[in-house]
């Protein structure tokens, strides 16, 4: 769904192949892994403030990035729990590989085209999310919802139970957004049936810092986003 790698925003457009995830060597220290992940990093960095990385570029960054921080936070928890905090504010999607189902549907996925941003509000109990696409400062599509934390897995799980268009707020019922999203095209059809059997739609988290942040969504498709800080200021 952002997005399923997003809510409403996971599913707008596409790449023409499935970014699998790449198996995980042994790793003797956190310090070894986290090393391994700078290189990748630094091309995302450089991708979410320029745009000019190539596709491919990217999707192989993602990919690397997401081998080396799964092998780190098996040597340390913090990782998890690092990851966590730095989620905190607003992020705009930069890049997305798009679902499996889009992939296959659309083809073609890359640079986000539109304003989509995602909020995360770690400080509330339970701690709150917001998935939206604007047109400038205006929020046309917005969901609103919670989401919980699984430390171990570096899972988010969420679910919106309220969408605003155009600034008109309407409550949804258990497993709306999802279907919302598969009819629309916004979303992942694996949320649907994860609503079906009262399950959350979720993110594998890969990374979050001060200026970017990684997943991976229940769709299979990767995602990169940089920290909004102006959306930010007025959470």
């Known amino acids: 769904q952002p997005a399923s790698a997003r809510g409403p925003v996971n599913a707008l457009v596409a790449q023409p192949r499935i970014a699998r995830a790449r198996s995980v060597p042994s790793c003797s220290a956190d310090t070894q892994s986290l090393s391994t992940a700078e290189p990748a990093l630094a091309v995302l960095?450089?991708?979410a403030r320029t745009k000019q990385v190539s596709d491919d570029k990217v999707v192989g960054a993602l990919l690397d990035l997401e081998q080396a921080m799964r092998?780190?936070?098996k040597e340390?928890?913090?990782?998890s729990t690092d990851t966590l905090e730095n989620l905190h504010g607003a992020w705009r999607l930069v890049f997305t590989t798009g679902t499996v189902d889009t992939q296959k549907r659309v083809g073609t996925v890359s640079y986000f085209p539109v304003k989509a941003v995602q909020t995360f509000d770690t400080k509330q109990t339970?701690?709150?999310?917001?998935n939206g696409i604007f047109l400038g400062d205006f929020a046309v599509l917005k969901f609103?919802?919670?989401?919980?934390?699984e430390e171990k897995k570096r899972r988010l799980n969420f679910d919106f139970d309220a969408i605003s268009v155009f600034g008109l707020r309407i409550n949804l019922p258990k497993g709306g957004a999802a279907q919302i999203g598969a009819s629309?095209?916004?979303?992942?059809?694996?949320?649907?049936?994860l609503a079906a059997k009262e399950k959350k739609a979720f993110f594998n988290w890969i990374s979050a810092d001060a200026d970017v942040a990684t997943a991976r969504g229940g769709g299979g498709g990767l995602a990169l986003w940089r920290r909004d800080l102006e959306l930010q200021a007025d959470m």
Do not use: C, H, Y
């Open 45 to 47: 960095k450089e991708a």
């Open 71 to 73: 092998a780190a936070a």
């Open 76 to 79: 340390d928890p913090k990782v």
């Open 126 to 130: 339970p701690m709150r999310i917001t």
């Open 144 to 149: 609103f919802g919670e989401f919980e934390w």
């Open 184 to 193: 629309s095209g916004l979303g992942s059809k694996s949320n649907v049936q």
